[in-house]
């Protein structure tokens, strides 16, 4: 699984650096029948802050549902989720999802925070790279923040 989650990642997205930087997030990961990544979102919260929702859909797989699927797996497992609109399509589908439940989805604007969670991530690697526990980030640890897998037909 870990080596499906990384080929899934572009090498120097900032969605590998996240999850280098909090690898106990919680992850969720959609699979095609024949075990190719179709997308993943994982979790984690910046202090008082709801979670913040970090998604991936494989560009083959976009505008079908599945980022719907994993924001709305999020909600029955955390309370209130903060979703980063960074383009067009992530603008509308967050937005949409935001009136469907205004309460408990936050939608704010990625580069209006990208500074903020620059810094965070940075400190967040650097502190796994000097803790001696460290074992080579996300992609080498045990597998168990990943809590749900989802086959998809």
């Known amino acids: ?3 499906r989650l ?3 990642t572009l090498e120097g997205g900032y969605l590998r650096r996240f999850m280098v930087a909090f690898p106990t997030s919680l992850t969720v990961v959609l699979l ?3 075990g190719q990544v179709i997308g ?3 979790a984690h919260r910046h202090g008082n802050k709801p979670t913040d929702l970090n998604l991936f859909i494989d560009r083959r797989y976009r505008r079908k549902g599945f980022g719907t699927l994993l924001i709305k797996e999020a909600l029955k497992d955390f309370r209130k989720i903060r979703l ?3 383009d ?3 603008k509308r589908l967050f937005r949409k999802l935001h009136k469907q439940y205004p309460k408990r989805i936050v939608v704010f604007n990625w580069w209006k925070e990208f500074e903020r969670y620059e810094t ?3 400190a967040a690697i650097k502190n ?3 803790a001696k526990h460290h074992v080579g980030g996300f992609f080498n640890q045990n597998p168990s923040n990943i809590v749900h897998v989802y086959p998809c037909a």
Do not use: H, I
């Open 128 to 130: 796994q790279l000097t």
């Open 40 to 42: 993943w979102s994982f």
């Open 6 to 8: 990384r080929r899934a």
């Open 88 to 90: 067009v399509a992530t």
């Open 1 to 3: 699984m870990q080596r």
């Open 120 to 122: 965070l991530v940075a």
């Open 84 to 86: 980063a609109e960074w």
């Open 32 to 34: 095609s029948p024949g």
